[in-house]
């Protein structure tokens, strides 16, 4: 029970994080021929990578998040840190995954010139809607937390 | 703080965690994960237990904000019964009053659950402040507030 592995927390989030590093890893590893990334431009390739090492990251810290409350000498003074650090990871959250659908925009419309705002406006629906969504499931969480900050406050 | 001493402490304690465990989890099995995460929780915060307040002290804060911080979504409460009662549970029944009483709790706010857990535990306004952050007459004005609700709540669903 005091060992990390054997948390039930610990293991979804684990799974969650062993399957999106494979996933992206296939993607990082086949895309090249698969989506001609040597037919695009150079910057195109670099923004798909970079969103890619973006969401990986955002897993990675996101598991780092399951780790220990710690102390902090009171319940307000240790929920308003727990609150300060899913505010800034929720953030990261919304922006990772918005930068996976703008570097994916990016990388396929590179080579196309024809009807360009098609991909545009198909991207720009897309990353509205995951921005809004993604907004709302952290905009709850978050409520939920600061209003338990609000209730053990003078 | 060594493991075994530490399991021997949690061992004495384990009325409080189950208890916490209780008033913010519904079903057995989120309980049974949220157990598992205080645990955990407080093995890890050990280095910072620095011995200045008492063990259950700090084990409430540790475990209360384990409990509050968790967001992830609970399993619906769903219990399994061997058999059908035969006849309704009997009113005046403790251990009916007892899940009643649970219930109301379970319907508050994170942190009303908190306060009112620790005075339950028989805590002094004064304990329930210096591990809450409250002042000892926040304590008493919110407790006031919340066990209002709580016979609101126990008025509404008899």
Redesign the interface.
């Known amino acids: 029970?005091?060992q990390?592995r054997?948390?039930?927390?610990y293991k979804q989030v684990r799974r969650q994080l062993l399957w999106e590093v494979c996933a992206f890893s296939v993607i990082l590893i086949f895309y090249y021929d698969a989506f001609d990334g040597a037919r695009k431009p150079v910057y195109a390739n670099i923004v798909l990578v970079a969103a890619i090492l973006a969401v990986l990251t955002h897993s990675l810290l996101g598991y780092r998040r399951v780790?220990?409350?710690?102390?902090t000498?009171?319940?307000?003074?240790?929920?308003e840190k727990?609150l300060k650090r899913?505010r800034v990871y929720a953030i990261y959250s919304v922006l990772s995954r918005g930068a996976w659908t703008i570097a994916l925009a990016v990388f396929f419309s590179a080579t196309i010139t024809v009807h360009g705002w098609v991909f545009a406006a198909a991207a720009g629906a897309i990353l509205t809607v995951q921005v809004f969504w993604l907004s709302r499931i952290w905009g709850a969480?978050i409520r939920?937390?600061r209003?338990?900050?609000?209730?053990?406050?003078? | 703080m060594d493991e075994t001493t530490f399991l021997r402490l949690i061992e004495d304690h384990q009325d409080i965690l189950y208890k916490i465990c209780r008033v913010y989890r519904s079903a057995p099995e989120d309980r049974k994960d949220l157990f598992q995460e205080i645990v955990y929780q407080l093995w890890k915060s050990v280095p910072g237990f620095r011995g200045q307040s008492a063990f259950s002290t700090w084990m409430y804060r540790v475990a209360l904000t384990t409990a509050i911080a968790d967001f992830r979504k609970p399993r619906p409460p769903l219990r399994y019964v061997e058999q059908l009662p035969d006849r309704p549970g009997e009113p005046g029944n403790p251990e009916e009053a007892r899940e009643r009483l649970f219930r109301a709790i379970g319907a508050l706010a994170p942190a009303e659950k908190a306060l009112i857990t620790l005075y339950l535990e028989d805590l002094s306004y004064r304990e329930i402040a210096a591990i809450t952050g409250l002042s000892e007459n926040n304590v008493g004005v919110k407790l006031n507030r919340i066990r209002h609700k709580i016979e609101q709540l126990l008025k509404s669903h008899p």
């Open positions: 029970m005091l990390a054997t948390r039930t927390v780790q220990p409350v710690g102390e000498g009171h319940l307000r003074g240790a929920l727990q899913l969480r939920v937390l209003d338990a900050v609000k209730q053990v406050s003078a």
